[in-house]
């Protein structure tokens, strides 16, 4: 039986100090608890930190859209260096995997994605991915590598995916660590700290977004930090860091796919009626839209939105935006089918 597989994403808080440099005790201290876990994982590392190890090379750096994605073209080489470097001492090789949005939201892209990486794991290498920022279109960029994680692990069906932080784990109002969260409810999203780092994208409610989505698709999530012996050994243990259970989950790959493709394009606003259709997994017909937001075409996969605006599901639209709009007041228009409708 195949190893399951596990993903890791490291954010640039965790492997930077205060100056923006990459800490190499603290790489050395990945390759450990990666290498100690390679025989019973397939894994992926998720790694931030291009744009803090290229920063340093451009001068008056403001941070700017260019600045940022050239600071991680120099970076990335530099990273991917630092893993070769510490990950040797173990014989694992690295590969460097820079994807986009559309290796996500293109079914045939994802399954070559997944072909190349059981290349590596049958010659025993490492992928390390990030985000090709040099080139990755913004309106389609991923949020920030939290997201590019999710994607990942719920498209590899991972068995969890670790978030690693500079703060060890999820706190409550009193800034203690909940060990076990067994569902991201209001009181739960209440805790959020909107803070985050100056140099990477994502924060805590970033995270807490992106684990709704993952453990509602089976995925056990894990924010832990990186301190004591073996840090991932440990989370996945449940000795350290915030535990999230995954919710019991029978889609099939497909529709996994489709909800973790969820580069959503736009939204539709549902009315009650037509979320309670859903949910006895009818096909959603444009009278129960209420209005909708973006642009996309038929064939894309948008956000479903409850009225009070959370999102309960995608959908791959059968219609685009303008004939969608048309069709608004008509009862019997399919907007989507059953079968393309992903509920969390
Ligand atoms: N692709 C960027 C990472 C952006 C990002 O998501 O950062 P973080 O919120 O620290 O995980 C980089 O490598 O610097």
Redesign the pocket.
């Known amino acids: 039986m195949q190893k399951p597989v596990l993903v890791i994403k490291l954010?640039?808080?965790v492997l930077t100090n205060e100056k923006g440099e990459i800490v190499q005790a603290t790489i050395k201290k990945v390759a450990a608890g990666i290498a100690a876990l390679t025989g019973r994982y397939r894994m992926i590392l998720v790694s931030?930190?291009?744009?803090?190890s290229g920063r340093g090379f451009f001068s008056g750096y403001k941070g700017t859209l260019a600045e940022r994605k050239a600071a991680?073209a120099v970076?990335n080489p530099i990273l991917i260096r630092d893993y070769q470097k510490h990950f040797s001492a173990y014989n694992i090789p690295v590969a460097q995997a820079l994807c986009e949005r559309h290796h996500f939201s293109s079914r045939p892209r994802f399954l070559q994605l997944k072909e190349t990486f059981e290349e590596f794991w049958k010659n025993g290498i490492l992928p390390v991915m990030?985000?090709n920022?040099l080139v990755s279109n913004v309106e389609l960029k991923f949020s920030?590598?939290?997201e590019l994680a999710t994607l990942t692990a719920i498209g590899f069906d991972a068995e969890a995916l670790l978030l690693c932080t500079s703060v060890g784990g999820f706190m409550d109002g009193d800034g203690k660590i909940i060990p076990q969260v067994e569902k991201v409810d209001g009181r739960i999203m209440g805790f959020v700290q909107k803070g985050?780092?100056s140099?990477?994208?994502?924060g805590m409610l970033s995270k807490l977004t992106f684990t709704r989505l993952a453990t509602s698709l089976g995925i056990r999530v894990v924010i832990c930090g990186l301190g004591g012996v073996e840090p991932f050994a440990e989370a996945l243990a449940g000795r350290s860091g915030t535990s999230f259970t995954p919710r019991v989950s029978n889609l099939r790959a497909r529709q996994k796919w489709l909800a973790s493709g969820s580069i959503t394009l736009g939204s539709l606003y549902l009315d009650k009626g037509a979320v309670r259709a859903l949910e006895q997994r009818h096909s959603l017909l444009s009278v129960g839209i209420r209005r909708l937001q973006g642009k996309f075409a038929a064939g894309e996969v948008v956000q479903l939105k409850d009225e009070e605006e959370q999102i309960v599901g995608v959908a791959k639209v059968k219609l685009g935006v303008s004939e969608m709009t048309a069709t608004l007041k008509s009862k019997n228009t399919i907007a989507a089918h059953a079968d393309d409708i992903v509920l969390f």
């Open positions: 954010g640039t808080a931030s930190g291009a744009v803090g991680a970076g990030n985000e920022d920030d590598n939290d985050k780092s140099l990477g994208l994502g």
